[in-house]
């Protein structure tokens, strides 16, 4: 299980943009993974797409409780070497991405954490959000786009 902690709480700091609810949603995680071991381990289920999956639900879940009339809104980010032209300090670049990210709907931010910052494969983003590969393909190609274009039209990227 330590194997998985790590890479589910950096993703759920991402998702709930605070270190001590990703602690409580993680340990929420590993909980409901306790109560149906049986369950889960009897269906060959992906432990990680399963802790990744109910991690997400459970961010969710805190998200809903913190308050039920915003917006679904996350704070994700990654470091953007590939979009950055000239080099940056790691702080100013890291500033630049979350400002632009923005431009993003909660999905697009969303995928493109998962797949270039946790390095997960379509197949694995698609058991995540319980979507089709073809559909995070395109959700991924068309968040680059939006970053990448967002990034040019501020003069980050050529």
Not at 35 to 54: I, P, Q, S
Not at 76 to 97: G, I, K, M, N, Y
Not at 122 to 150: D, F, M
Request: charged letters at 25%; aromatic letters at 6%; a positive charge.
């Amino acid at each position: 299980m330590e194997t998985y902690q790590s890479a589910l709480l950096r993703y759920a700091t991402r998702v709930l943009n605070s270190r001590d609810a990703a602690q409580d949603v993680v340990q929420e995680a590993f909980i409901r993974l306790h109560a149906n071991w049986d369950a889960v381990t009897a269906r060959g289920t992906d432990l990680k797409g399963w802790l990744f999956r109910t991690t997400h639900n459970a961010s969710v879940d805190h998200i809903r409780k913190e308050s039920r009339h915003r917006l679904l809104h996350l704070r994700q980010s990654w470091e953007a070497e590939c979009f950055v032209a000239d080099p940056l300090p790691s702080d100013e670049r890291h500033a630049l991405v979350l400002q632009h990210l923005n431009v993003l709907k909660p999905k697009e931010r969303e995928v493109l954490v998962l797949r270039l910052h946790e390095e997960m494969s379509y197949k694995e983003i698609a058991a995540v959000l319980q979507r089709s590969e073809g559909y995070v393909g395109t959700l991924i190609h068309n968040a680059t786009k939006k970053l990448t274009q967002s990034l040019r039209q501020a003069g980050v990227v050529s």
